[in-house]
């Protein structure tokens, strides 16, 4: 088990490759990044997105396909030796925020607020057009992840036109627009912000070998 992955090179892939990225998720990888649209120097990208940290830059029709917080969790727990359990808690951390980022950020689509038949298919109409959309389909997704010997830090960015949060139970997160599933990651976390007007979420584990 090493602390920095640095033997692990960027990895930057056409835009759209959703199996080649899907791959390389399943192994020791470092930094993922889809590239811009013909505007994009990889040895830019590379000096930006160098070891130690674990990043990934995807569109949001990109990031959508893939299991990102499973196998994010998984390389941090390659990397920093956390138990199993910790794991666990920081891939459902991040299976959270990565959704509220795609869904609620990059899609701008508020939450159901009435569980009806009517307002799922609404709901589930609106998501399957905008990820085909621009800009939505578009927008970026960024996650990166740094540790040191006593905690773990996790960054999760959109694009999307941000929020305010405001307190919300646990038991009533399901159903708050303005909740974005803060409650559930605040109890995973040992601690969170968010920045950038609710575009930014940082999460902070303490490490528990």
């Known amino acids: ?33 889809e590239e811009e649209p013909e505007t994009t120097e990889r040895s830019a990208i590379t000096a930006a997105f160098a070891p130690p940290f674990l990043r990934v830059s995807l569109t949001t029709a990109t990031a959508w396909e893939l299991e990102l917080a499973r196998h994010l969790a998984r390389r941090i727990g390659e990397n920093t030796g956390i ?88 038991s009533d997160c399901a159903n708050t627009p303005s909740g974005r599933g803060l409650a559930i990651i605040r109890r995973l976390a040992d601690h969170v912000q968010v920045l950038k007007g609710g575009k930014l979420l940082t999460l902070l584990f303490a490490r528990h070998p």
């Open 83 to 170: 138990a199993p359990a910790q794991v666990e808690n920081l891939e459902l951390a991040l299976q959270e925020a990565i959704a509220n980022a795609l869904i609620h950020g990059n899609l701008q689509l508020a939450s159901i607020t009435r569980c009806s038949p009517v307002d799922l298919n609404h709901f589930n109409m609106l998501l399957n057009q905008r990820l085909r959309q621009t800009p939505y389909a578009d927008r970026r997704l960024q996650v990166s992840a740094s540790w040191t010997e006593e905690q773990i830090e996790v960054r999760v960015e959109d694009e999307g036109a941000g929020y305010i949060p405001v307190p919300v139970a646990l």
């Open 1 to 33: 088990m090493s602390d920095f992955p640095q033997s692990v090179p960027p990895q930057i892939f056409p835009r759209g490759a959703v199996a080649a990225i899907g791959a390389a998720l399943h192994g020791s990888f470092s930094t993922l990044l």
